[in-house]
């Protein structure tokens, strides 16, 4: 089992900055992708970044691709998104996750993760 437990939300005007933070605790060997996700209200999830625990490789979409960074502190099972240039459309509860399957090199679909934080709100005004 793997636990996860976001921190770092809050409330920001646009172009402002936030960090979010991921805790991981538990069977931290096994895991091999890390993702933050969003969810705003009545829509879907969606992808916001992808990092492999093991090398450090990353992915972002283009939506957030330039203002978005994830990173990880693998001494620390640590996973951060910062968060830059933040827009209005950027609300939503940021989620942290984690996979254990190797046959990807990149997971950006939320139904291939196993383990979910409690989630984290991030309200961005105008």
């Known amino acids: 089992q793997v636990q996860l437990v976001e921190s770092g939300g809050g409330s920001v005007q646009a172009g402002g900055s936030l960090r979010l933070s991921c805790a991981a605790s538990?069977?931290?060997?096994?895991?091999?992708?890390m993702g933050w996700f969003r969810q705003a209200p009545g829509k879907e999830r969606e992808f916001v970044a992808h990092i492999r625990w093991s090398d450090g490789n990353t992915y972002a979409p283009d939506s957030v691709k330039g203002r978005f960074t994830i990173s990880r502190d693998n001494a620390k099972n640590m996973v951060y998104l910062q968060m830059n240039s933040l827009k209005p459309e950027d609300t939503a509860v940021y989620y942290c996750?984690?996979?254990?399957?190797?046959?990807?090199?990149?997971?950006?679909?939320?139904?291939?993760?196993?383990?979910w934080g409690q989630g984290t709100q991030v309200t961005v005004s105008s």
């Open positions: 996750a984690a996979d254990r399957d190797t046959r990807y090199l990149v997971n950006t679909n939320s139904r291939n993760y196993e383990y």
């Open positions: 538990g069977r931290i060997f096994s895991i091999y992708h």
